[in-house]
């Protein structure tokens, strides 16, 4: 990756991670060809955005960050 590449790069990262996912599908849309070893058939497409619709919605069960690393030190510990 050359420098400019690289910068734009550190820019993208100190997005919120919102506007970061919404920039790498928009990247990955422009790739006519995916480079070797990065396809994405249609069935991944349509699960990742099955799973993406059911986070946003609620429908999805999440867990807080925070709350599940103390249970993993806690099981860790015993």
């Known amino acids: 990756m050359d420098a ?7 820019e993208a ?3 919120p991670a919102g506007e970061r996912e919404e920039l790498a599908v928009r990247l ?3 790739v006519e060809a995916p480079a070797e070893g990065l396809t994405l058939d249609s069935a991944w497409d349509a699960e990742i955005d099955r799973r993406v ?3 946003r919605s609620g429908a999805a069960p999440t867990v807080d960050a925070d709350a599940l690393h103390a249970e993993l030190r806690d099981r860790a510990q015993s």
Request: charged share 20%; hydrophobic share 50%; glycine share 6%.
């Open 4 to 10: 400019s590449a690289d910068h734009l790069l550190n």
């Open 13 to 15: 990262l100190r997005l």
């Open 28 to 30: 990955m849309g422009s």
């Open 53 to 55: 619709a059911e986070l």
